[in-house]
């Protein structure tokens, strides 16, 4: 529906961060969208816990944008206004990684739009580029930079060589990390917007429980120091590719040469590459969140659903999920610095198959540190492996082990 007098309004929810941002920049935009569209968008009514009315809102919109977050009562409302056949915009990706199907199904029923932009990369046009631009690719795999927190204090880690708490307190007196981290650091924020990428680039439904998941609380920064020595950059990465007829999607730190594509993406900065043959390698960058520009992709989202017709995505595949995936990995390991030792390690890795590609060995005292880069090998192997080595004897800390990316793009 559409007011008869040129006016396109629209209901808002919630007026927090990116709420009263996009409240801000509508009237600013308000002239150019009209040019483009034939019709003056403005806002009728906002619904906060506060304020406001949800029935009394949906009554006199033609278009929801739903900045509340998290699960209810922003599913139920979503629901209903497309229910109501009005068109939806959200950024909510805890939303669209849990109930995305039930609620893209909906809106292809009542034949609305559900657009989410802002829910992936804030600003980068991903969602997009993937549903329109490479809508018929055969997408091989994507990587993607898509927590600003974490590259923030994983930047800052390396930059600076401080602890992760340091850098993470330094993220927060910036702004860039909430007073609680945890959905950030755990990698669960990166995991739900790598559900929804991969339930667009492979048409496949992807829960966020499916997500393979591990965060950036345990790297230490002799962990990136010594990668610094290997020329290895450290990234929270997600990932989606297909394997062995099968989709593994997942979020974990990982090591990258200098010369991929997202080795170069510092601060509270995301990045999306997505490989397929047709297209060999797109890379995406951009901010990925903060107020002004998540709205922008709101807008974005509001002016292509005044603009018919565009599709909500359908799944055609149903791909099986994947866990156990092949990677190469650095693996730290601090052991008594004695003779028969080196054979020890390198009997546990020849027993699982494992070859080292390179390695790096520090006296320290009585100790040695072993740091090596092994190549790529099944992780259920490896972690076998891992374990093997936290029951020898002449082990002195924990092994540490982070996956290491191999692609560089440079053939
Ligand atoms: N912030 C970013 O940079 C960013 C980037 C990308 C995507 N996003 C997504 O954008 C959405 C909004 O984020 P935000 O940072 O703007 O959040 P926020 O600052 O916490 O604002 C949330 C707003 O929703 C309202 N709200 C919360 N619970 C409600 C309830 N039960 N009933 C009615 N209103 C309720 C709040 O009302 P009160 O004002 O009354 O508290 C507030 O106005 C989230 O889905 C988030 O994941 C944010």
């Known amino acids: 529906m559409t ?24 009237p600013r935009r308000a002239e150019r969208i009209a040019a483009i569209t034939g019709l003056r968008p403005g806002v009728v009514g906002v619904v906060t816990r506060s304020r406001g009315d949800f029935d009394a809102l949906l009554e ?20 209903r206004a497309i229910r109501a056949g009005r068109h939806v915009v959200t950024a909510n990706k805890q939303l669209l990684s849990q109930h995305g199907e039930e609620l893209w199904a909906l809106a292809r029923e009542e034949g609305v739009q559900l657009r989410f932009e802002a829910a992936v990369a804030g600003v980068v046009p991903v969602i997009r580029v993937l549903t329109e631009s490479l809508a018929a690719a055969h997408i091989e795999r994507i990587h ?39 959905d950030d650091v755990s990698g669960r924020d990166a995991a739900a917007k790598m559900a929804i990428l991969a339930r667009l680039a492979f048409d496949t439904p992807v829960h966020l429980d499916q997500v393979v ?40 730190p990982a090591f990258l040469y200098s010369r991929h594509p997202l080795a170069s993406i510092d601060g509270p900065f995301n990045a999306v590459t997505v490989e397929s043959e047709s297209i060999t390698e797109i890379t995406m960058s951009g901010p990925g969140a903060g107020g ?23 799944t055609s595949e149903r791909l099986p999920i994947v866990s156990d995936v092949v990677s190469a990995f650095y693996l730290h390991l601090d052991v008594v610095d004695e003779p028969g030792v080196l054979s020890q390690v390198t009997g546990v890795l020849g027993t ?13 005292g009585h100790n040695a540190r072993l740091v090596m880069v092994v190549h790529p090998v099944l992780e259920s192997r490896f972690f076998a492996a891992l374990e093997q080595f936290a029951d020898l004897p002449a082990m002195r800390t924990a092994p540490r082990a982070i996956r290491v990316i191999e692609e560089d793009f440079t053939q």
């Open 213 to 252: 998941c591990e965060g950036i609380e345990r790297i230490g920064p002799d962990d990136l120091e010594h990668a610094r020595d290997l020329g290895l950059g450290l990234k929270l990465i997600g990932t989606a590719e297909r394997v062995d007829g099968g989709l593994s999607v997942r979020v974990h």
């Open 292 to 314: 002004p520009q998540t709205a922008s992709a709101v807008l974005g989202d509001v002016i292509s659903a005044m603009i018919p017709p565009a599709s909500t995505p359908e």
């Open 3 to 26: 007011s008869a007098d040129g006016r396109f309004r629209i209901g808002l929810l919630g007026h927090g961060t990116v709420g009263a941002a996009f409240a801000e920049l509508l």
């Open 144 to 182: 993607g930079i898509v927590n600003g927190t974490t590259n923030f204090i994983l930047s800052e880690m390396a930059r600076t060589h401080a602890s992760y708490e340091q850098a993470l307190t330094e993220a927060q007196r910036l702004g860039y990390a909430e007073a609680d981290p945890t």
């Open 60 to 79: 006199q919109s033609d278009l929801i944008v739903e900045l509340i977050g998290g699960i209810e009562p922003a599913r139920a409302w979503v629901t």
């Open 352 to 364: 699982h198959g494992i070859s080292v590609k390179s390695v790096v060995q520090k006296g320290l």
